[in-house]
């Protein structure tokens, strides 16, 4: 059995759930999702909170359990709280400005980069070495999170890079690193 699927989804103060059949939408106070549902899963509303259930214990419908019901806990989350990625620039000269709603990034190449937000996505510079990406979908500000530090990984022999917030990078010896 699905451990994740089996959860029920509670409903915080100040959002409205939408059920039409295999759509579902969530209305809160950041905004609007919607989504349709996967493979005949079933989503029921009791009291302040969703159930999903599977119509089968067939191998496809026990896989979009447990997927079903992350998909709509983090609407309901979205549209409550929203999400939010933060990236750190590393590196002497590295540095970020806002423009308008997108960014430009320095980043040790010969020319600027800039950025523009996708479509549900704020991009904010915090001082000169900080990015916060912001929105309602989870998948979107992830996705922008990772397009942004896909332009500079970082390095594993000097650390420098852009990386997501708190992440650890393991650097490597180098060439004389063996020799002792």
């Not at 915090?126 to 500000?141: H, P, S, T, Y």
């Amino acid at each position: 059995m699905s451990r994740i699927g089996q959860s029920p989804i509670t409903i915080p103060p100040g959002v409205e759930i939408m059920l039409n059949g295999a759509k579902i939408r969530a209305k809160g106070p950041h905004g609007e999702l919607a989504l349709e549902v996967p493979g005949n899963m079933k989503i029921s509303r009791d009291g302040d909170s969703i159930l999903v259930t599977r119509p089968s214990d067939s191998r496809t419908h026990r896989s979009l359990h447990g997927l079903t019901r992350s998909l709509v806990a983090n609407m309901v989350q979205g549209v409550s709280e929203g999400f939010r990625k933060g990236l750190e620039l590393q590196g002497t000269g590295y540095r970020v400005q806002q423009d308008g709603t997108g960014i430009v990034l320095q980043v040790g190449f010969s020319h600027p980069v800039p950025i523009s937000a996708a479509t549900g996505v704020t991009l904010t510079a915090e001082g000169n070495n900080r990015v916060l990406v912001e929105g309602i979908d989870k998948q979107a500000v992830g996705e922008m999170a990772a397009q942004i530090r896909r332009i500079r990984p970082p390095n594993v022999y000097t650390g420098k890079g852009i990386r997501y917030q708190g992440e650890q990078i393991r650097l490597k010896a180098g060439k004389a690193g063996g020799r002792r």
